[in-house]
């Protein structure tokens, strides 16, 4: 079967620096399942590359951040009394907040701790980079109606704890 709209796509894959640097994998072992047709359940570049594809297929792409995980915003960089967190606060916790603006609910990590400031970083932290991607189609099958409408893929089983 080839990968279409309303498929479920078992995948291997690798993202890295492009220097090589290991970020994350997907293996054999653990595979990555999604649910292919625009659910969010992957990069939107590498869902399109992965369009018509099937078992064995691989796909080798670099990601520029705003097709991975997006431009640097120093506009997400904020400085905030030590007394709004924990007195167990440290650098490279993670907190979660509000944008400036409240109409977003981001993850924040604590970059550095001084003059009872801290500065908390709402970017992920590979925001600005260029990665790649190499990914191996495994299993492709249709979607169950209860994975379309739920919008993601469901367990092997065709359950899934909400």
Known sequence: M???KDS???ITYRLST?????L????RE?????L???YDGI???VEASLEGKQGGDVVDLVLEPDDAFGEYDAELVRMEPVDLFPESVAVGMQFEGSSEDGHHHLLYTVTDIADGKVVVDGNHPLAGQSLRIQCTVGEV???LAEEVAHGHAHGPHGHHHH
Do not use: S
């Not at 994350?24 to 293996?27: K, R």
């Open 2 to 4: 080839r990968i279409a």
């Open 8 to 10: 479920v796509v078992t």
């Open 18 to 22: 492009l220097d090589g640097e290991l």
């Open 24 to 27: 994350e994998e997907a293996t």
């Open 30 to 34: 653990e595979p990555a399942v999604y």
């Open 36 to 38: 292919h047709g625009g």
């Open 43 to 45: 990069f939107p570049k």
């Open 141 to 143: 099958r249709p979607a």
